[in-house]
């Protein structure tokens, strides 16, 4: 089994920064692309931004310059720096994480338990 924990929400005034980490533990072989989505309430879960286990990033053009991803592959971790926060980055975060199994060498997707973002004056 693999878990995946989140830590780093909170509320924050427009214009402030945040960031976020997610951390997988357990049965883990490698990991492979790593990303953090967001769902506000009533709304899809949407992508915010990705990383390749060889470090190309991607990012949704709404938190483009002003949110950065990275990945610390010896920890199995990934986290996510939130600068210039405006009030529709309000959301609940979610880190994803393609994990290969050790045991089973086989490639299997994980989401984490979710991290609020609030961003209000």
Do not use: H
Request: aromatic fraction near 8%; glycine fraction near 12%.
């Amino acid at each position: 089994q693999v878990q995946l924990v989140e830590s780093g929400g909170g509320l924050v005034q427009p214009g402030g920064s945040l960031r976020l980490s997610c951390a997988a533990s357990g049965r883990i072989f490698s990991i492979g692309a790593m990303g953090w989505y967001r769902q506000a309430p009533g709304k899809q879960r949407d992508l915010v931004a990705t990383i390749t286990s060889g470090g190309t990033t991607t990012y949704a053009d709404s938190v483009k310059d002003r949110f950065t991803i990275s990945r610390d592959n010896a920890k199995s971790a990934v986290d996510l720096r939130m600068d210039s926060l405006k009030p529709e980055d309000t959301a609940v975060y979610y880190c994803n994480i393609d994990v290969r199994q050790r045991i089973t060498g086989a490639w299997l997707n994980y989401w984490g338990q979710g991290t609020q973002v609030t961003v209000s004056s």
